[in-house]
């Protein structure tokens, strides 16, 4: 009798403490290359060199396979490359995206594959330096879709590594200003490739 009511008395300590061992949220910094496609529109030839930054997550499980996302990114420089029959101008560009998405999570033991898609917001910001060549360079914010899939290894109940490929569908910016801007826009749209690898804390 005694051990019944210990038992019943200790369940709700138990039941706390089995919920807190549950990890319901991560969170993840990874190491990100951005890839812009040509884009040719208007007679304008657009081309970027590849970009490198950081990416934040963070991560809420709804369910063991479901969850939400908050993302925010930073480009530390790239060059954005305007080429015409009668012009070429260079911006050199810092990028910052700040987007939210559903993932969706597969379990095969240690490997973790999910799929992601969003909306987001997406900033780049012009460097006046030497790189770049037009003196009245602006900024533009797109908003756009986004898009990815990859892969989660456990490491161990705490600590995964992720490797994925992440798309962002937007309109292509025009960097541009001054007198010459309306020149060098190409009204198209592109899809940005974005691989990452990174590391996830849960708690």
Do not use: C, W
Request: hydrophobic share 35%; net charge positive.
């Amino acid at each position: 009798m005694k051990k019944s009511v210990l038992f019943l008395a200790l369940l709700p300590f138990m039941a706390v403490a089995g919920f807190a061992q549950e990890s319901r949220q991560d969170a993840s910094i990874s190491g990100t290359a951005l890839i812009s496609p040509q884009v040719v529109g208007n007679a304008v030839h657009q081309t970027s060199t590849i970009g490198q930054g950081v990416l934040g997550s963070y991560r809420y499980m709804l369910t063991p396979r479901s969850a939400l996302e908050a993302n925010y990114q930073y480009m530390f420089r790239y060059r954005v490359h305007y080429h015409t029959s009668f012009n070429n101008q260079n911006v050199e560009t810092k990028y910052q995206e700040f987007s939210a998405a559903y993932v969706f999570n597969f379990n095969f033991r240690r490997f973790n594959p999910f799929l992601e898609a969003g909306i987001g917001g997406f900033r780049f910001s012009p460097i006046q330096d030497v790189g770049t060549s037009n003196v009245d360079a602006k900024g533009s914010t797109q908003i756009g879709g986004l898009y990815g899939g990859g892969i989660a290894y456990e490491l161990s109940p705490s600590f995964d590594i992720r490797l994925e490929y992440r798309g962002a569908i937007m309109k292509d910016p025009n960097l541009v200003g001054g007198p010459l801007a309306s020149s060098f826009n190409t009204n198209r749209y592109y899809n940005q490739s974005n691989p990452v690898i990174g590391v996830a804390y849960h708690f």
